[in-house]
């Protein structure tokens, strides 16, 4: 199915382009010429970001709610930082715990209903666990159903390993919701479907009819949910944390992460909650990339997660706050419009302008120094990802450069 946005192309221009999320990547675009067993897409907004976020100065591209500070981390945890000099003294610098701590994964638990501690598994981020999902569940010809706009590991990985990978596209006028039918008719036959939820781009959250639907569905196929939650609990609406597919569907390895709605991607870590038999598949394959995490990095987590509630309202404050802002400024510019997010960090903005969102992108940065991402590393064109979750006053300042640069524009 394709999208209802024009389907981008490699600009060929002398910069590097970001590759596009489509249909057969494997032998397209990004994929040209490169070493053997190299043979995956170019991950679109990673080369982007790696490019381009030490380059500028107004960073609206980041996903993350504004990093804290360790020192920020003990205060919301209530805890000394000498005392915490302390408890990390004694630490002995082994592997560790493999598999994560218990009290890690105990913490870990705790953000489910009905997942247990030993029905986790920690792992290096959520690129990590997303990762080694697909290495212990994908075959070659194996059917992947993936709903797209989305993380573009969740088609490149399946593809590079052979899967005939479906996507499912969310469209614009559609408000970026899903179409269940259309999941329906594509989940036919299909091992897994994988989602990002809230979804990374368009900031659209699953409710609960469609929790309860896309469950349903895969049930019907007898296929697995890769539900990719790293951005649950910063709902707009509500106490801001929506059900996991973790709790709603048995055959769900639901995937969550410190990056984005605990602030803390230095800490480089994620999770997989899923069946025994699944952690048993991924193990085998996490034992020959992952061994264990640092000690260090387990304990800041179970800290953190400890004062999950503490953590997450300051950020739900931050991105609720954002938003607010961020939709003023969409309602005072006339070339730009969006469907409002419903919770994460991003939001796709739609860009009245005579150009690739690509060169929307260089342009704005050279003129005003602010990072947005193309919709064309997503597969979209017309559009451009913004994040809104970062500290207040860059957002404001961001978008009142873009304002600048937007009213530049002639056509
Ligand atoms: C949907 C999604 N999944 C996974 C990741 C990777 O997160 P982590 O920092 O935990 O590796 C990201 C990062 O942008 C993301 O947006």
């Known amino acids: 199915m ?15 382009s970001p590759a596009p999320v489509t249909r057969g990547t494997r032998h397209g675009p990004g994929t040209c010429g490169m070493m053997p067993g190299m043979r995956i897409a170019e991950f679109g907004v990673e080369v982007w970001m790696n490019r381009w976020e030490t380059r500028c100065g107004y960073n609206l591209a980041e996903t993350c709610v504004e990093s804290v500070t360790v020192g920020e981390l003990l205060a ?52 990590g ?26 088609v490149a990985i399946p593809e590079s390993l052979g899967a005939d990978v479906r996507q499912v596209w969310l469209r614009e006028r559609d408000g970026w919701r899903l179409d269940l039918d259309e ?92 069946p025994p038999q ?12 992952v061994i264990s995490v640092g000690a260090v990095d387990d304990l800041l987590a179970a800290i953190a997660l400890e004062h999950a509630d503490a953590m997450l309202a300051r950020n739900r404050s931050i991105v609720r706050g954002n938003l607010a802002v961020l939709d003023a400024w969409v309602a005072d510019e006339p070339r730009v419009s969006y469907e409002r997010p419903t919770s994460g960090t991003t939001a796709l903005l739609r860009i009245d302008a005579p150009m690739s969102s690509e060169d929307f992108c260089l342009q704005l940065l050279e ?11 997503f597969g979209v064109e017309g559009v451009v990802r913004i994040g809104f979750a970062n500290a207040p006053g860059v957002l404001a300042d961001g978008l009142e450069r873009t304002s600048a640069f937007l009213a530049t524009l002639v056509g």
């Open 278 to 289: 699944v952690l048993d598949a991924v193990s085998r394959h996490r034992d020959y990339s």
């Open 367 to 377: 003129a005003q120094g602010v990072l947005l991402v193309p919709g064309s590393a």
């Open 76 to 127: 919301i945890a209530g805890q000394d930082a000498t005392a915490f000099t302390d408890e990390i003294a004694p630490i002995r610098m082994t592997y560790g715990a493999i598999k994560g701590s218990d009290r890690l994964r105990a913490a870990i638990a705790a953000l489910y209903a009905t997942v247990p501690p030993d029905r986790v598994l920690v792992a290096h981020g959520a690129i």
């Open 129 to 154: 666990a997303n990762h080694l999902v697909y290495q212990a569940m994908v075959e070659s010809g194996d059917v992947v159903v993936s709903v797209v706009p989305t993380y573009q590991q969740h």
């Open 183 to 274: 999941l329906a008719a594509a989940a036919d036959g299909a091992t897994l479907i994988a989602l990002t939820n809230p979804n990374n781009p368009t900031g659209a959250q699953l409710d609960g009819a469609a929790l309860d639907g896309v469950a349903a569905l895969a049930d019907r196929a007898g296929a697995w949910i890769l539900a990719d939650e790293v951005y649950r609990g910063l709902d707009q609406a509500g106490d801001g944390t929506s059900a996991s597919f973790a709790d709603i569907y048995p055959r769900t390895i639901a995937v969550g992460s410190m990056s984005k709605a605990f602030s803390l991607a230095g800490l480089r870590l994620g999770w997989i909650t899923a």
């Open 2 to 16: 394709a999208p209802e946005s024009t389907q981008c192309v490699s600009s060929g221009s002398e910069r590097q």
